[in-house]
DNA sequence: GCATTTCATGTTAGCGGTCACGCGAACGCT
DNA sequence: AGCGTTCGCGTGACCGCTAACATGAAATGC
């Protein structure tokens, strides 16, 4: 809380550097001056006023010594990082924001973090960005449009060069407030024929359809969806759709079987009860489709206990190729989504807008795979 | 790209709510007029100032009026309000934290956000911290003591209020860092008695002392331990101690038996070959203790398969708990953390010391509970 | 050899807010 | 009525850094 002795030229403005020694020694020193001039409990912080004191140069060229090396003379170049060093420099990142319009970081909104599938695509996105100097922010809106809105709100308070988004469907006022930064934005994990602007994704739906072909052409015929449905989750009702076209265009005039919740945690233990309520409803059903492998894992771990022979009495089908899906016996059906390069991918295409390049495809289909194996 | 029209006064300095329309519907105006002053090329961003005309108030009031609305009058609030709609004015965080040096940032540094059980614990984090208007920056190390430092400093650079880190073990030079912030800190998922400034964990140490104790007690008597042991990870490290010490008050002289592998990734096929690794070296082993419920559950799902009986011919036990840990048959033994509440904690900790109130203890124990299930 | 370019560095004026303080009006108390 | 307080709001000076321009010396061109 000490005040730092500061110059007090009345009309010079600021002076300061001329008064600090180059060193950080001075730790403590509480010589409160009367004629003190205003200051507000600034951090003692080193700034880079210090360093190019250090380095006997100005502090235009240290700042160009830190973004270019190249920019500045070899001899001068190494007294600045010898400063930089003697003084523990640490550059203001807020500061040199402000002054040149640029933040050097990504907004990235998912759903959960908790989901281990978008932690991939996150791991990817910051994988990228991090080296080339963007910092990472991260949102969770548990899939509540609501939430999604009030992050993007808040985010864009710091400015950021640009967001990473998962999911295709906002509120109108998201995409107006996403459209009105100015910032390249990537959608994701979806897909959609109008982007806010960029996208990365692959079509929930068609996966669906192809998981249902699957099973119909393995002989299946009495087909239920299942899965936790929460009101935001877009995804979730894409897959949905899919499955019930693919279904109308196999049983036209049937009804497709569909039984899910609109809450509850995404758990094993819960594709466990789903199994039970789809079996209670549709009891001769004869493959089950899950909404996420956690589920179905959850439901094909159960069977044993159930007396149930999958995939002879029951298939099993899940979505998101999850560690778990072929460690189980019989594996576990499912769809694999490269989770891990929605992130580079999305992380290279902001990269590029951001350093002022166009890119041509604004839009990326990483498509998804059937992966079959033993539980359907 | 445009240059927007400023006043040019030449002396008075910044005046230039004098000239913009209260409206940002001046798109495009591209009036450069000769002596106009040196302008960058700025965002044509909504700033303050804007608003403060539009409200016929002074900048000064706009700011109390967003950041303590009981501060300003109620038809002065009003009006204000009204202005910042129809300006659609976002406030610039950068320059709010440059003015007040208070950047209402934490940076958050964990080994890997794909580990699910991390990620809960940031969940809990950005639960509490969001709301009290923090934003959390996150930073993964894939457990190498070099990505933390560099982590560390370049997260230094946005000043954030706080740091949230997982682990206790970091380079000199690491925790030096941290401790010239000079801003609250919290370690975790370990416990040390020298932390760098408060600390929210448990004993991995006591954790796995726990479960030898339980299996010997169970009456197994040759254990193993395997895992993954990245050089990193010094989490892991605790609990092969706590697995040696346990071991040697048991069966004193007898040296236990210990398979790891340094590198390959934590997913549950590792923990088959890691079984398949300890039965080849230490064929008589009747109890296998795992670094992770991940490798344990790999392990045990493939036991059937591979003719071996759980717990009769062999126990097997896990760490963190995963949600499959409870689903598996026979249920997986294993240590449950309290993950999320471990980054709530931390949270009101970090809150408490930002918002400059002392917390009484700087430490917090979450504990851990030894959950006994049929695998052990 | 002198004008022109290039290179390395310095100077000035902000970026968009907030802090400390000032000041007048309304309020409270004796 | 007189005077100290509180309340509501404005003024001026920065926070630490960088864009744009300026400058002088060395390198280059003809």
Redesign the pocket.
């Known amino acids: 809380m000490h005040k730092k002795a500061?110059g007090r030229?009345?009309?010079?403005?600021?002076r300061?550097q001329d008064m600090r020694s180059s060193q950080v020694s001075d730790e403590g020193q509480l010589s409160l001056r009367k004629a003190e001039?205003?200051?507000?409990?600034?951090?003692?912080?080193?700034?880079?006023?210090?360093?190019?004191q250090a380095a006997?140069?100005?502090?235009?060229?240290?700042?160009?010594?830190?973004?270019d090396p190249?920019?500045?003379?070899?001899?001068?170049?190494a007294r600045i990082e010898e400063a930089v060093r003697e003084t523990r420099?640490?550059?203001?990142?807020?500061?040199?924001?402000?002054?040149?319009?640029?933040s050097m970081t990504v907004a990235a909104i998912i759903p959960t973090i908790s989901a281990s599938i978008f932690a991939e695509t996150i791991q990817g996105l910051t994988d990228v960005l991090l080296p080339e100097g963007y910092q990472v922010f991260l949102g969770h809106t548990d899939y509540m449009a609501a939430r999604e809105e009030s992050l993007v709100r808040s985010f864009s308070g710091r400015r950021p060069d640009g967001f990473f988004i998962i999911g295709t469907r906002h509120t109108q006022e998201t995409t107006a407030l996403l459209k009105r930064t100015g910032v390249p934005v990537v959608e994701s994990w979806s897909w959609t024929n109008r982007p806010v602007d960029m996208l990365v994704g692959f079509s929930n739906h068609a996966a669906l359809m192809s998981v249902v072909d699957h099973l119909v052409g393995r002989g299946y015929r009495r087909l239920a969806f299942t899965g936790v449905m929460k009101p935001g989750d877009h995804r979730a009702k894409e897959r949905l759709k899919g499955f019930q076209d693919a279904h109308e265009r196999h049983f036209p005039g049937v009804t497709p079987r569909v039984v899910t919740v609109t809450s509850g945690p995404m758990v094993m233990a819960t594709g466990v009860e789903l199994l039970k309520l789809v079996r209670e409803q549709h009891p001769d059903t004869d493959a089950v489709v899950f909404v996420s492998d956690v589920l179905a894992s959850g439901a094909l771990l159960a069977c044993s206990g159930l007396g149930i022979s999958v995939p002879k009495d029951l298939a099993i089908t899940g979505f998101g190729n999850y560690d778990i899906a072929g460690q189980l016996t019989p594996g576990l059906t499912t769809i694999a989504i490269a989770s891990r390069r929605i992130g580079t991918e999305s992380a290279n295409l902001l990269l590029r807008r951001m350093q002022g390049s166009e890119v041509e495809n604004r839009t990326q289909d990483v498509g998804f795979e059937l992966l079959v194996r033993g539980s359907a």
Chains 1, 2 share one sequence.
């Open positions: 500061a030229c009345p009309k010079a403005g600021r300061k001039s205003r200051r507000r409990s600034a951090t003692r912080a080193v700034t880079m006023a210090d360093v190019a006997g140069v100005s502090t235009q060229t240290v700042s160009r010594a830190l973004r190249r920019s500045v003379g070899p001899d001068t170049l420099y640490v550059q203001n990142l807020a500061a040199s924001h402000l002054a040149s319009n640029r």
